[in-house]
């Protein structure tokens, strides 16, 4: 098993451009997460997934876009990328919620820089 | 919007020493999770705890989960320099439409010295 794979690792946008961070899971979990980390701070729910054609939005939503199409995938879609948008970007996918069956597994993340 | 406050926000110590890292809030968590995460990979789950009161160990490692389910702690024994690395506490708690998500704290970034 892969686990969680995200691309690209790393990418330089211009303000203004628009890119899609994908994600995708080989575990079969219905719960799917974007987070982002910015320096010296924890992270932060972007948007989340509790299965295919179902997402809502998590604390920081505002500049991105999400879709679920398929159990495995989920992709992040910056429109008009800007420079608060630099951050690294975490997503994780859950078997389930809540009580000790929760383990949330992440991707080694993606670093956005909006210069 | 829940907020877990974490400390001490960086900690260098030597090899051998014991510490102890805080994770505190004023909301009631469902369960509390503890994540390491190494440079340049994402967060890895320690433990779960869920109950209040509730004790783990895990080797080295002691977490607590307080009475009220409002703060942890995490106790390394005998640190060492495989400890090295950044330690997330977060919180779970049950939103609307039967969604959970987690808050996360800002992290105490560990440095053990040989």
């Known amino acids: 098993n892969a686990g969680v794979t995200q691309t690209p690792k790393f990418r330089i946008l211009k303000i203004g451009q628009s890119m899609t961070l994908q994600c995708t899971q080989d575990?079969?979990?219905?719960?799917m997460y974007w987070y982002r980390q910015d320096p010296g701070m924890g992270l932060k729910l972007i948007y989340y997934?509790?299965?295919?054609?179902?997402?809502d939005k998590g604390e920081v939503p505002n500049g991105y876009n999400v879709s679920r199409s398929t159990t495995e995938d989920f992709p992040l879609r910056l429109e008009l990328a800007a420079p608060s948008q630099t951050s690294v970007y975490f997503c994780a996918s859950s078997y389930s919620i809540g009580g000790r069956n929760n383990e949330q597994f992440f991707g080694p993340g993606t670093r956005l820089t909006v210069l | 919007t829940q907020l877990l406050e974490q400390s001490p926000q960086f900690l260098s110590i030597q090899e051998g020493e014991n510490l102890t890292v805080y994770c505190n809030s004023s909301?009631?968590?469902?369960?509390l999770q503890w994540y390491r995460q190494e440079p340049g990979e994402g967060p890895v789950l320690l433990v779960t705890?869920?109950?209040?009161?509730e004790v783990k160990k895990l080797k080295r490692l002691t977490f607590q989960f307080g009475d009220a389910r409002k703060d942890s702690s995490l106790h390394i024994t005998a640190a060492q320099p495989g400890d090295t690395g950044l330690y997330l506490c977060a919180g779970g708690i049950y939103s609307g439409a039967g969604s959970y998500q987690l808050t996360f704290g800002k992290g105490t970034k560990l440095s053990v010295i040989p």
């Open positions: 705890v869920v109950t209040g009161g």
């Open positions: 997934s509790v299965g295919a054609g179902i997402t």
């Open positions: 575990m079969n979990h219905n719960y």
């Open positions: 909301s009631v968590f469902s369960s």
